[in-house]
């Protein structure tokens, strides 16, 4: 297997240069990148990542882990997150909770370990020792979509309150009086907040909020499904 040597030696100049080539320096003049890109192809020399990221401490990696991938909110959201990385030259190892704070910290033990630049996560509801341990030693470290409690964590979310406002105010337009609502789970920050403000949002249209129309899922398909049937076999059901 070829290395920066091999490439150095074939290309006509010194390591250091082919180091400068490899990690994109502007200091190589147009001439000398060609000559070292063409001896990389014709070697098919691959720079060693792990070697790489001893020497300069950093990996160019960052590390995503999201609560359920079946979600079709969290696959939207990994994209987003990919396509962004790639154009900031960064590459993302994603990692799926499925909801479950150990399995969560597989995947937050395991980013760590493989030294990714930076961890973005969605957490489960439950704060473990294991996050709480990353939060204290300041590893780089943001939130997406969901707060914990008692955590200082910078956090990445959307304006959900905005968007419920704005459901609400269009059923109550098309002449709908009776709202139920399918939260997510009240331990998750968003299955709380998202609740507050549908209530608000129902207070502001003059509508009332039967406490049987306001039912907990858990963010799954199944889940709304199974709870949608109940809401329309109430004897009052909502429409």
Same mark, same amino acid.
């Given at each position: ?52 990221? @001893?020497?300069?401490? =950093?990996? !160019?990696?960052? &590390? ?5 991938? +079946? ?5 939207? /959201? ?8 790639r154009r900031s030259g960064y590459s993302v190892v994603i990692g799926n909770a499925d909801e479950r704070p150990e399995r969560q910290d597989h995947y937050v033990r395991t980013l760590l370990e493989q030294r990714v630049d ?32 008692? @955590?200082?964590?910078? =956090?990445? !979310?959307?304006? &959900? ?5 704005? +459901? ?5 337009? /098309? ?62 059901p909502p429409r």
């Amino acid at each position: 297997m070829a290395g920066v040597k091999d490439v150095a030696r074939l290309a006509g100049v010194s390591v250091a240069t082919v180091s400068r080539v490899l990690n994109d320096s502007a200091a190589v003049t147009g001439e000398t990148r060609a000559r070292v890109l063409e001896a990389v192809a014709e070697l098919g020399y691959r720079p060693n990542a792990v070697a790489r990221s @001893l020497r300069t401490d =950093t990996t !160019r990696t960052i &590390g995503l882990v999201i609560g359920d991938i +079946l979600n079709p909110f969290f696959t939207e /959201l990994a994209r987003a997150v990919e396509d962004e990385a790639r154009r900031s030259g960064y590459s993302v190892v994603i990692g799926n909770a499925d909801e479950r704070p150990e399995r969560q910290d597989h995947y937050v033990r395991t980013l760590l370990e493989q030294r990714v630049d930076g961890l973005l996560l969605c957490p489960t509801a439950e704060i473990t020792p294991l996050v709480r341990d990353v939060v204290r030693d300041g590893a780089p470290l943001v939130f997406l979509d969901r707060t914990l409690p008692g @955590l200082d964590v910078p =956090t990445v !979310r959307a304006d &959900g309150a905005e968007a419920i406002g704005a +459901l609400v105010a269009h059923l109550r337009g /098309l002449g709908r009086r009776r709202v139920a609502f399918i939260s997510g789970p009240a331990l998750l920050s968003t299955g709380r907040e998202r609740t507050e403000a549908f209530r608000a949002a129902m207070r502001a249209n003059g509508l009332e909020v039967p406490e049987e129309y306001l039912v907990a899922g858990d963010f799954r398909a199944g889940s709304g499904r199974e709870t949608a049937a109940r809401l329309l076999d109430l004897p009052r059901p909502p429409r």
